[in-house]
């Protein structure tokens, strides 16, 4: 079972739409990430959370740590918001310090206009 | 623009060829990261960094596989006798400590032939 689960593993929108994409992991983690992949590859890191709710723009990421459940929603959807949404959490060395992340497999979003 | 680099963007070679790919990471940043990105998969870890020392590697990275930090400063990744296999987009990234936020660059895109 991988640790870090996301769906769904495609979405379609139309643009204006309100989007959600949700990660289930399995390990302890102190923080989760959420990055976003555009075609080409590059990968920029939208949020870094440990509790609660933040919110960036049109993007807002929710976790409940008891649940080991994280969510990231879009609000009024647009085309540029087409991407991969990547969701990751870092591995917990012996000492207790965060190593590597740990990534899902990602979410391809869609929006047409 | 201070941001994380790789060198080269794009490398094809063939089948048994030795590759060397480098990474700059954003200055002062302690951790550096090396992933490995397959098509329609998330990216997995191969190794990382804390300043010139190398804490953690994946049983990803064969002994073909060879990564240093010699000044604590930029990185290279080394693939000898390249296989089809090892085709992939190679991400390197950096953070200021653990824990921290991670910072991506744009990708190796490798081709064996």
């Known amino acids: 079972k991988n640790e870090v689960e996301q769906s769904p593993q495609n979405l379609t929108a139309q643009e204006g739409e309100f989007i959600t994409i949700n990660c289930s992991y399995s390990?302890?983690?102190?923080?989760l990430h959420w990055l976003q992949q555009h075609p080409g590859g590059g990968i920029v890191s939208l949020f870094m959370?440990?509790?609660g709710k933040k919110k960036h723009g049109r993007l807002i990421a929710t976790i409940n740590i008891q649940e080991k459940h994280s969510s990231l929603h879009i609000t009024a959807s647009h085309p540029r918001d087409s991407a991969v949404y990547i969701c990751a959490v870092p591995l917990m060395n012996y000492g207790g310090s965060q190593g590597n992340l740990i990534f899902g497999k990602g979410t391809k979003l869609s929006v047409k206009p | 623009d201070t941001g994380v680099s790789q060198d080269p963007r794009h490398k094809i070679t063939k089948r048994g060829q030795n590759v060397t790919f480098r990474c700059d990471p954003i200055s002062e940043h302690n951790r550096l990261y090396w992933y490995r990105q397959t098509l329609g998969q998330g990216p997995e870890f191969l190794t990382y960094?804390?300043?010139?020392?190398?804490?953690?590697k994946s049983r990803l990275l064969s002994d073909r596989f060879s990564a240093e930090r010699p000044k604590g400063s930029f990185s290279t990744l080394e693939i000898q006798r390249t296989e089809q296999g090892d085709s992939a987009m190679y991400l390197c990234a950096s953070s200021l400590w653990a824990g921290n936020e991670q910072f991506f660059g744009p990708g190796t895109r490798l081709t064996v032939l």
């Open positions: 390990v302890g983690i102190s923080a």
């Open positions: 959370l440990s509790s």
């Open positions: 960094f804390q300043n010139e020392a190398q804490l953690e």
